[in-house]
Protein backbone atom coordinates (compact mmCIF):
# COMPACT_ATOMS: atom_id res chain seq x y z
CA UNK A 1 0.00 0.00 0.00
CA UNK A 2 1.31 3.76 -0.97
CA UNK A 3 1.81 6.34 1.44
CA UNK A 4 -0.75 8.24 0.06
CA UNK A 5 -3.22 5.64 0.10
CA UNK A 6 -2.47 4.99 3.74
CA UNK A 7 -2.86 9.08 4.71
CA UNK A 8 -6.24 8.78 3.08
CA UNK A 9 -7.34 5.98 5.44
CA UNK A 10 -5.48 7.48 8.61
CA UNK A 11 -7.51 10.78 7.78
CA UNK A 12 -11.25 9.52 7.69
CA UNK A 13 -10.16 7.21 10.67
CA UNK A 14 -9.04 10.40 12.68
CA UNK A 15 -11.92 12.54 11.44
CA UNK A 16 -14.20 9.91 13.24
CA UNK A 17 -12.66 10.70 16.89
CA UNK A 18 -13.22 13.68 19.41
CA UNK A 19 -12.09 16.61 17.42
CA UNK A 20 -12.46 20.13 18.92
CA UNK A 21 -14.45 21.83 16.28
CA UNK A 22 -11.85 24.72 14.42
CA UNK A 23 -9.54 21.40 14.50
CA UNK A 24 -12.26 19.60 13.00
CA UNK A 25 -13.16 22.15 10.00
CA UNK A 26 -9.56 22.04 9.13
CA UNK A 27 -9.04 18.64 8.85
CA UNK A 28 -11.83 18.29 6.85
CA UNK A 29 -11.29 20.65 4.61
CA UNK A 30 -7.81 19.17 4.19
CA UNK A 31 -9.32 15.67 3.66
CA UNK A 32 -11.83 16.69 1.00
CA UNK A 33 -9.04 18.79 -1.38
CA UNK A 34 -7.02 14.93 -0.94
CA UNK A 35 -4.28 16.54 1.33
CA UNK A 36 -4.21 13.64 3.69
CA UNK A 37 -1.03 14.65 4.95
CA UNK A 38 -2.53 17.91 5.88
CA UNK A 39 -5.63 16.52 7.56
CA UNK A 40 -3.04 14.28 9.69
CA UNK A 41 -1.41 17.38 10.97
CA UNK A 42 -4.07 18.63 12.22
CA UNK A 43 -5.85 16.46 14.26
CA UNK A 44 -1.69 15.60 15.82
CA UNK A 45 -2.48 19.16 17.78
CA UNK A 46 -5.62 17.71 19.23
CA UNK A 47 -4.56 14.45 20.76
CA UNK A 48 -1.03 15.92 21.60
CA UNK A 49 -3.18 18.96 23.77
CA UNK A 50 -5.62 16.09 25.02
CA UNK A 51 -2.64 13.58 26.09
CA UNK A 52 -4.82 11.07 23.57
CA UNK A 53 -2.61 8.52 21.96
CA UNK A 54 -3.05 7.82 18.23
CA UNK A 55 -1.54 5.49 15.49
CA UNK A 56 1.84 5.97 15.15
CA UNK A 57 1.30 6.23 11.09
CA UNK A 58 -0.51 9.35 12.04
CA UNK A 59 2.40 11.25 13.24
CA UNK A 60 4.88 9.42 10.06
CA UNK A 61 2.74 10.65 7.43
CA UNK A 62 1.80 13.70 8.44
CA UNK A 63 2.97 16.73 7.00
CA UNK A 64 5.93 18.06 9.19
CA UNK A 65 6.89 20.93 7.14
CA UNK A 66 3.28 22.65 8.18
CA UNK A 67 3.59 21.92 12.54
CA UNK A 68 5.54 23.78 14.94
CA UNK A 69 8.78 22.32 15.52
CA UNK A 70 7.46 21.95 19.38
CA UNK A 71 4.47 20.40 18.14
CA UNK A 72 6.68 17.40 16.11
CA UNK A 73 8.93 16.44 19.47
CA UNK A 74 6.04 16.01 21.70
CA UNK A 75 4.07 14.14 18.78
CA UNK A 76 6.18 11.04 19.52
CA UNK A 77 4.96 10.42 23.02
CA UNK A 78 1.76 9.93 22.01
CA UNK A 79 1.97 8.17 19.02
CA UNK A 80 1.86 4.71 19.94
CA UNK A 81 -0.88 2.73 19.08
CA UNK A 82 -0.90 0.15 16.10
CA UNK A 83 -3.48 0.14 13.14
CA UNK A 84 -5.04 -1.62 11.21
CA UNK A 85 -5.30 -0.99 7.40
CA UNK A 86 -7.08 -4.05 6.24
CA UNK A 87 -9.93 -3.67 8.45
CA UNK A 88 -10.29 -0.11 6.95
CA UNK A 89 -9.61 -0.53 2.78
CA UNK A 90 -12.88 0.24 2.05
CA UNK A 91 -12.27 3.76 2.52
CA UNK A 92 -9.80 3.76 -0.45
CA UNK A 93 -13.51 3.79 -2.22
CA UNK A 94 -14.64 6.66 -0.75
Not at 10 to 22: D, F, G, H, Y
Amino acid sequence: MLDWEKAKILSAVMLSRNLEEKTRAFAENFDRGSEWELSLSCVIGDFVKNQVTFPYDVARLANHDWMPDDLVKSMWTYATEEFDYEAHLDLLER
